[in-house]
């Protein structure tokens, strides 16, 4: 099973500040034949099922914010918030779809400082 | 719009089975894998599994096999999800999410939509 490890596991920054949350996988999980990277984040609030921010590692959906940013490639990713909001306060996940069993990482608790 | 509305909470004694629906709508149910996630309390979340509604083919976590049993019914575009030896462990929020991809392109993607989350709790 490829492991998600996700850093820190909690974090908090002042609002309008960056805000940076890590992912590695225990192994690559980027496809060479298509060059893209099995990775998608997740915003989870309390009561709500999460909302997917990112997929393809740095694809951002619509209508999610543009300071909602990802990068990274292979095993080390990013997940950058680039001037934190109020309504940001969430647990954000990272996960594999690379293989199965799809992997989550522990997830990362967002809290204004 | 794609909706996955799933059933009630549940409250069960320890050792029974629970069953948890996911009624599909907005989409042609049989096109799409529907997976099967959980989040227990203070947990991260947990991929159980997922469904091809189409063949009714499934595959499951390793940590579950033999406990569960995921299927389709395509006349009403529903999804079950059948756990049983039920435990404390197995309190959790379940949650039916379709995967983005085609079934038939073979390929694995993100998920771009869940249900509401169905609160099953395992207490004696």
């Known amino acids: 099973d490829i492991v998600m490890t996700q850093s820190p596991d909690s974090l908090a920054v002042s609002l309008g500040e960056r805000a940076t949350i890590n992912c590695k996988s225990s192994?690559?999980?980027?496809?060479?034949?298509?060059?893209?990277?099995?990775l998608s984040w997740y915003q989870h609030k309390p009561g709500q099922p999460p909302k997917l921010l990112l997929y393809?590692?740095?694809t951002r959906v619509s209508g999610v914010p543009d300071r909602f940013s990802g990068s990274g490639s292979a095993t080390d990713f990013t997940l950058t918030i680039s001037s934190l909001q109020a309504e940001d306060v969430a647990v954000y996940s990272c996960q594999q779809y690379y293989s199965t069993p799809y992997t989550f990482g522990q997830g990362t608790k967002l809290e204004i400082k | 719009q794609v909706q996955l509305v799933q059933s009630g909470a549940e409250v069960k004694k320890p050792g029974a089975s629970v069953k948890v629906s996911c009624k599909a709508s907005?989409?042609?149910?049989?096109?799409?894998?529907l997976h099967w996630v959980r989040e227990a309390p203070g947990q991260g979340l947990e991929w159980m599994g997922w469904i091809n509604p189409k063949t009714g083919g499934a595959n499951y976590a390793q940590k579950f096999q033999g406990r569960v049993r995921m299927s389709g019914d395509t006349s009403t575009s529903t999804a079950y999800m059948d756990l049983s030896r039920l435990t404390s462990d197995d309190t959790a929020v379940y949650y039916c999410?379709?995967?983005?991809?085609?079934?038939?392109?073979?390929?694995?993607?993100?998920?771009?939509?869940w249900g509401q989350g169905t609160l099953v709790t395992v207490s004696s």
């Open positions: 907005g989409y042609t149910f049989t096109i799409y894998h």
């Open positions: 192994q690559s999980i980027l496809d060479s034949s298509n060059n893209k990277n099995y």
């Open positions: 999410v379709r995967e983005a991809s085609l079934v038939d392109t073979g390929k694995n993607s993100y998920f771009d939509y």
């Open positions: 393809w590692a740095s």
